[in-house]
């Protein structure tokens, strides 16, 4: 379950679990600490969680990103989201293919055996009967 943080029009981050206020930083550590969050705008309800997370991102505690590579990312973002949803749907489709091509060799190998079985079952009838005529001119 998440914790709700709800973000007030004054721009403060309020934690509806601890009953606190708490900035980037207190959120960045929570989710180090393994939580998962949901930022919400307490006037309007939008989540903006993610916004939140890109922002904690771009201004943790190291060095801000230069210029050059934030423009890159733009330019590269929509391409780079789209080719590995694109990727994702092509990996899907591949193991849903090979799994379909499992499914239907269990039920050729299960019909073999079904078409084995009936075969010893009439040799099994065909070798009692000759049995049968075999100790049919004893008597």
Known sequence: MSRLIKRYDNRKLYDTQAKAYVSLHDLALLIRRGHEVRVVENSTGE???????????????????????????????????????????QRL????????????????????????????????????RLEAALEEPRR
């Open 47 to 89: 989540d903006i969680t993610a916004q939140t997370l890109a922002k904690i991102i771009l201004e943790g505690d190291r060095p801000p990103l230069p210029r050059e590579a934030l423009h890159e990312w733009v330019r590269w973002g929509e391409r780079l989201l789209s080719s590995t949803a694109a990727e994702i749907e």
């Open 93 to 128: 489709d591949r193991l849903v293919a090979a799994s379909l091509e499992r499914v239907a060799g269990i039920r050729q190998l299960r019909e073999e055996v079904e078409r084995v079985r009936e075969r010893l079952a009439q040799l099994e009838a065909l070798a009692h």
